[in-house]
């Protein structure tokens, strides 16, 4: 029986999470299976070990890494989503799991177009046997999406509407409750083009009363929020 030998990388900044994946994993790895397992809490940690194993020319094979991390001491990366940007780059072969609590349609949205994962996994979805079968399905035959991922997925493909990053941005902003004057300083431009995009969102999802509340309700039905 040939040994498949798997360099695994687990980010996350919870050691109990953390431990629980490595004893789920280890349990449940197939038997021509050998697993090594590094553990890092945050993104500085993260890209030491990312660093190390490129100039040792012993890459990982996997990633699992957290979206919510403490950012690195240089300020360079803030998330997950960074190092998992980062690690695209240092790592082209390697398969990524991004494994997080947010399952608001923007975030998802975001990690899908930027990083484009192997495996994508809302926390509150994930059972032992979930990520067994993630771990299992990213090795050999990705992608794999937990059910939230899944479902906006859908909505996602199913909608014949169109909009840009920024009109999702503006979306998102608004359903955190951030008010239509506060939008231009968030998203750098002015609060006529503000007006402008807000009006042309309405007029998108049919908005007839011209209630910003309506237009949440309208976004949220068709997946995009």
């Known amino acids: 029986m040939t040994i498949e030998k798997i360099k695994i990388l687990m980010i996350d900044d919870h050691p109990m999470i953390i431990e629980g994946y490595q004893n789920t994993l280890m349990f449940t790895k197939k038997e021509h299976q050998e697993l090594t397992i590094d553990i890092a809490n945050n993104c500085d940690e993260a890209v030491a070990y990312m660093d190390k194993s490129v100039d040792k020319e012993t890459p990982y094979d996997l990633l699992f890494v957290d979206i919510s991390l403490p950012p690195s ?62 771990f299992q399905a990213v090795l050999n035959n990705p992608p794999f999406y937990s059910g939230t991922v899944n479902s906006f997925i859908r ?71």
């Open 73 to 134: 001491t240089d300020g360079s990366m803030s998330s997950g989503e960074d190092l998992a940007e980062y690690a695209r780059k240092v790592l082209p072969n390697a398969k990524i799991v991004i494994l997080t609590m947010f399952n608001e349609s923007f975030r998802i949205h975001n990690i899908m177009k930027n990083i484009d994962p192997e495996g994508f996994l809302i926390k509150s979805d994930l059972t032992s046997s979930e990520l067994a079968s993630a």
């Open 155 to 225: 909505k996602s493909i199913t909608s014949d509407i169109v909009i840009d990053d920024r009109n999702r941005k503006i979306l998102h902003l608004l359903s955190q409750g951030v008010k239509t004057k506060s939008l231009a300083t968030h998203l750098d431009i002015s609060l006529s083009a503000v007006e402008k995009r807000k009006k042309q969102l309405k007029e998108i999802f049919s908005i007839d009363d011209g209630k910003d509340e309506t237009l949440l309700n309208q976004a949220r039905n068709k997946g995009f929020i």
